[in-house]
C-alpha cells in the first residue's frame, strides 16, 4: 500500500507543492510546527533515511537547503530547523523549520488547524523567492 507522501506525489491527495524535480518533492506540512514548514521528501518510497541512495540523499539536502534560504527570507527566523524523525510516516522526509528555539521543534506543538488562506500565502511567498533565487523546479501544482 503506497504510502500517504506517495499518494501526494502521484497526486491522489492535494497538497501545497513548493518544489518537483525527477528525484524529489516538497510541500508544506498539514501540521505546521511553524509558518513555511515543508517537508522534502523523495519520489522513492523508502521507509529509512539510511537506505536512501548518497546522490538521492545528497539531492534532497540541497533541495532543502534551497527552501530553507527561502524561508529565512519570506520568514526571517533565528535559524532554520533540520529534521528527519521518520516516525509519522513510512517514508523518508525532512522536515524543514523556520525556527526561533529550540522549542519550536517539539511536535507537541503543531498547529493541528492551521489557517487555510495563510498556508496559501505562505506557499506563495515561498515559491516566489524560490523563484526570485533562480530555481526552475519551483512546482505549480
Not at 21 to 44: E, I, M, Q, T, Y
Not at 60 to 66: D, E, K, L, P, T
Not at 67 to 77: C, E, L
Request: glycine share 4%.
Amino acid at each position: 500500500m503506497p504510502s500517504i507522501f506517495t499518494r501526494i506525489i502521484d497526486g491522489e491527495i492535494p497538497s501545497r507543492m513548493v518544489w518537483e524535480d525527477n528525484l524529489c518533492v516538497a510541500f508544506l506540512d498539514v501540521r505546521p510546527l511553524a509558518r513555511g514548514h515543508a517537508l522534502v521528501v523523495p519520489k522513492s518510497e523508502i521507509d529509512q533515511w539510511t537506505d536512501v541512495p548518497a546522490d538521492v540523499a545528497c539531492h534532497c539536502m540541497r533541495v532543502a537547503q534551497s527552501i530553507g534560504i527561502a524561508q529565512r527570507q519570506v520568514f526571517s527566523p533565528d535559524r532554520i530547523g533540520l529534521m528527519i524523525a521518520g516516525f509519522e510516516v513510512p517514508h523518508t522526509h525532512i522536515h524543514v523549520v523556520p525556527i526561533d528555539s529550540m522549542s519550536d521543534l517539539d511536535f507537541a506543538h503543531a498547529n493541528q488547524d492551521p489557517d487555510q488562506d495563510e498556508l496559501d500565502a505562505d506557499l506563495q511567498a515561498l515559491r516566489d523567492a524560490l523563484r526570485a533565487d533562480g530555481h526552475e523546479s519551483v512546482s505549480s501544482r
